[in-house]
C-alpha cells in the first residue's frame, strides 16, 4: 500500500484470541472503537506495522474521537507485510523442494493467546455485546451491516462451541442411508442429519433434484447402498463446484474445515489403510467412506462433521467473499522445520511436491504425509503463517 495514499483508505485486521478478522476500513474501526468494543488483549495490524501492535496501545481507551484511526494510520514503519490465499496441495509442498532453507527465521511477531474461557463464559459475554449493541442504538449508524458481519465473526467462538453440542446428535445420525420410496419419509430421514439440513437450507433446488433422485431409485428396488453411492458422488461435484466460494469463509470456519479433516485422518489410520487413502483420494464417494456413511459407528459423526463444515465454509464465502494472501516462503520454512522435526527428509519433501510421484507412492506413505502436512500446520504457533497455509492447503480438500 502507497502510504501516502488517504488514511481512509487504510485496512486494519484484528487478532482475538488466536483468530484474526477483517479486512476493517477505517470508518468502520472508528465505529467499532466509539461503540467501545475493543478488548485489552485484542491485537491490530495494518499496512506499515511490521509485527501486530496491542489495540490499547494504538488507541488509547482515553482516546475519544472516532478519527483517531486516521491519525494512527500515519504513523508506524513503513516496512510492510500483507495479513493472507488459495492453490493447490502440491503447489505447497513445491516450496519444501530439497533446495528449501529449513528454519529460516523472520521478525514477525505472533498474536499473543489468551487463555481457554469456558463455554459460559464465552456466551455470557456474548450476551453483554449485545445488550450493549442495543443500548447504544446498534441499528442507527450507517456502518451497522459491515460492523455486524465483524461482530458476527468475532462471536463465532463462542456459538460455534454451541452449535458443536447441539447438533452432536444429528452427526451421529447416518446421512447415506435410510431411503424409501415416500419422499416425505425420505426427506424426513435427510434432515434429521446435520450434513442434508446444511444443504438444503443453501442449495435448495439441488437438494429437492437428488431428493427425487433418490426415491426414483428407491422405487426402482434400488438398495441403500447403491443410493447412498450415488448421493455421495452427487455431494462430491457440489463441493468442487464451490471450491471459491469454500476458500472465501472466514478464518475460523476455514480452520474448522482443516481440523476436521485431520481428525478424520488419524481416526482412519487407526482404521485401516485402504479406509485413509479413499478418504483422501476419493472423499465421500470412496466405497468405504460410503460404507461407514451409511452405519452407525464411530466414524459416521467425525465424517460427518467434516462434510458439513465444508458446506457451511461454502455457505459463509457465498455470502461475502474473502480473498487471503498467498504464502510466503518463510510460511514455507517454518513448515519445513516441523516437518523436519516430524522426520521428513528432503527426498520427503520432494515426493510431496510431485504430483505423479506422490500418485504412485504406497497409500501408507500418502496417509502419513498428509497427516503430517496438516498436524505441521496447524501446530504453528504463528497464526498468520497457519492461516496462509491452510488456505493454501485445503484447496485439494474442498476440490479434490
Known amino acids: 500500500m502507497d502510504m501516502s495514499a488517504p488514511a481512509s483508505s487504510t485496512q486494519w485486521y484484528l487478532a482475538r484470541e488466536g483468530q484474526q478478522f477483517g479486512p476493517i476500513s477505517e470508518a468502520e474501526l472508528a465505529k467499532f472503537i466509539e461503540l467501545g468494543h475493543l478488548q485489552p488483549n485484542d491485537l491490530l495490524w495494518r499496512e506499515g506495522f511490521p509485527d501486530w501492535r496491542p489495540a490499547m496501545v494504538v488507541f488509547p481507551p482515553r482516546t475519544p474521537s472516532p478519527a483517531r ?31 528449501a532453507q529449513l528454519g529460516h527465521e523472520t521478525h514477525e511477531m505472533e498474536p499473543v493467546r489468551r487463555p481457554g474461557r469456558r463455554r459460559s463464559a464465552r456466551m455470557a459475554v456474548l450476551l453483554l455485546v449485545i445488550a450493549a449493541l442495543g443500548a447504544v442504538g446498534w441499528f442507527a449508524y450507517p456502518y451497522r451491516d459491515r460492523l455486524k458481519d465483524v461482530m458476527g465473526a468475532v462471536s463465532s467462538l463462542a456459538t460455534s462451541d454451541a452449535f458443536a453440542v447441539a447438533d452432536r446428535k444429528s452427526l451421529e445420525v447416518p446421512p447415506l442411508t435410510g431411503f424409501s420410496d415416500a419422499l416425505e419419509t425420505t426427506d424426513a430421514k435427510l434432515q434429521s442429519t446435520a450434513l442434508w439440513r446444511v444443504i438444503k437450507r443453501e442449495f435448495p433446488d439441488w437438494y429437492t433434484q437428488r431428493l427425487n433422485e433418490a426415491v426414483t431409485m428407491a422405487r426402482s428396488s434400488k438398495d441403500d447402498a447403491a443410493i447412498g453411492q450415488h448421493m455421495a458422488r452427487k455431494l462430491v461435484e457440489l463441493r468442487r463446484q464451490q471450491v471459491t466460494n469454500a476458500l472465501s469463509a472466514t478464518l475460523p470456519r476455514l480452520k474448522s474445515v482443516a481440523s476436521a479433516f485431520y481428525d478424520n ?136
Request: hydrophobic share 40%; aromatic share 6%; proline share 7%.
Open 69 to 99: 484511526p486516521a491519525a494512527a494510520a500515519r504513523t508506524g514503519s513503513p516496512q510492510a507485510r500483507q495479513p493472507s490465499s488459495p492453490s493447490r496441495m502440491e503447489a505447497n509442498a513445491a516450496s519444501l523442494g530439497p533446495g
Open 265 to 400: 485422518l488419524v481416526q482412519l489410520r487407526r482404521h485401516s489403510t485402504d479406509a485413509c487413502y479413499g478418504f483422501i483420494s476419493q472423499g465421500e464417494a470412496s466405497p468405504a467412506i460410503v460404507t461407514m456413511l451409511q452405519g452407525s459407528s464411530q466414524h459416521t459423526a467425525h465424517l460427518q462433521a467434516q462434510l458439513t463444515s465444508v458446506f457451511e465454509a461454502i455457505a459463509e464465502g457465498r455470502k461475502q467473499p474473502r480473498v487471503y494472501p498467498q504464502p510466503r516462503q518463510t510460511d514455507y520454512d517454518k513448515l519445513a522445520a516441523d516437518l523436519t522435526k516430524r522426520g521428513w527428509t528432503p527426498a520427503d519433501m520432494q515426493l510431496f511436491s510431485d504430483e505423479s510421484s506422490l500418485a504412485k507412492a504406497a497409500p501408507d506413505k500418502v496417509c502419513q504425509m498428509v497427516h503430517d502436512w496438516f498436524a505441521a500446520q496447524l501446530s504453528l504457533g504463528d497464526t498468520e503463517a497457519q492461516m496462509r497455509l491452510l488456505v493454501e492447503s485445503l484447496r485439494p480438500v474442498v476440490a479434490g
